[in-house]
């Protein structure tokens, strides 16, 4: 049972757009930046957004994330057949005293 | 571009102690706002923050982990280290080694993975 909730699964058709949800509580995400990470199977993780909404260079401005009290969302437009990975939440958990991330969310372009 | 890669045994006994090492290349570990960590996935649990180590030496572990993390730096060589000991089937999963720059959550850089299997 991992400390922020996502769901299992999303899917859509390339070109459209999709969100990916993470929920918390104010002991991380309410109080604490949130990251992304994109991780394709037998790869390395890849930091696709920290600080809530911050873009490492080399990221394409398809991916969007945003915090609201809390609960933050990544929000990938312009998909595409490569985007097809599984997709974690992370923060820093002030009560716990230790990173926590999200179960995971796989994502499928239809 | 950091470039980290871990090595290690892929299978350890239980009530063993694992010990994993992970080279860095493409920036000094000697880094000032650098955090030097390791996670793990499970199968069944996902990602599993384990704790950092900065090139002072300070460290941070996972509560959950308890005291059976040991991290270090050796500087010299541009590596770091996770001992994990009092091992069970449940401590089987993908190590990662990674960096995080100027927050711990912001992990930018990760190395490949290695497997770890306990198992007599």
């Known amino acids: 049972q991992s400390v922020l909730t996502q769901p299992p699964s999303v899917s859509a058709a390339p070109g459209q757009k999709v969100t990916i949800s993470c929920s918390g509580s104010?002991?991380?995400?309410?109080?604490?930046?949130v990251s992304w990470y994109q991780h394709l199977p037998g790869t390395a993780p890849k930091l696709l957004i920290y600080?809530?909404?911050e873009r490492p260079s080399g990221i394409p401005d398809r991916f969007s994330g945003s915090r609201s009290g809390t609960s933050a969302t990544l929000g990938i437009t312009g998909l595409q057949t490569g985007d097809e990975a599984d997709y974690y939440c992370g923060t820093w958990d002030t009560s716990l005293g230790a990173v926590v991330f999200g179960g995971g969310t796989k994502l499928t372009v239809l | 571009q950091v470039q980290l890669q871990e090595s290690g045994p892929g299978l350890v006994k239980p009530s063993e102690t694992l010990s994993l090492t992970c080279s860095v290349s493409g920036d000094s570990i000697r880094s000032y706002s650098s955090y030097w960590s390791w996670i793990r996935q499970t199968p069944g649990k996902g990602l599993e923050w384990i704790g950092f180590?900065?090139?002072?030496?300070?460290?941070n572990n996972n509560p959950s982990l308890k005291s059976r993390v040991t991290l270090s730096v050796d500087t010299s060589k541009n590596q770091f280290s996770l001992r994990l000991s009092s091992l069970t089937a449940a401590d089987t999963a993908l190590y990662y080694c990674?960096?995080?720059?100027?927050?711990?959550?912001?992990?930018?850089?990760w190395g490949q993975g290695t497997l770890v299997t306990v198992s007599s």
């Open positions: 104010s002991s991380n995400i309410g109080n604490n930046y």
């Open positions: 180590i900065d090139s002072s030496g300070n460290t």
């Open positions: 990674a960096r995080a720059e100027k927050k711990l959550e912001r992990l930018s850089d």
């Open positions: 600080d809530n909404n």
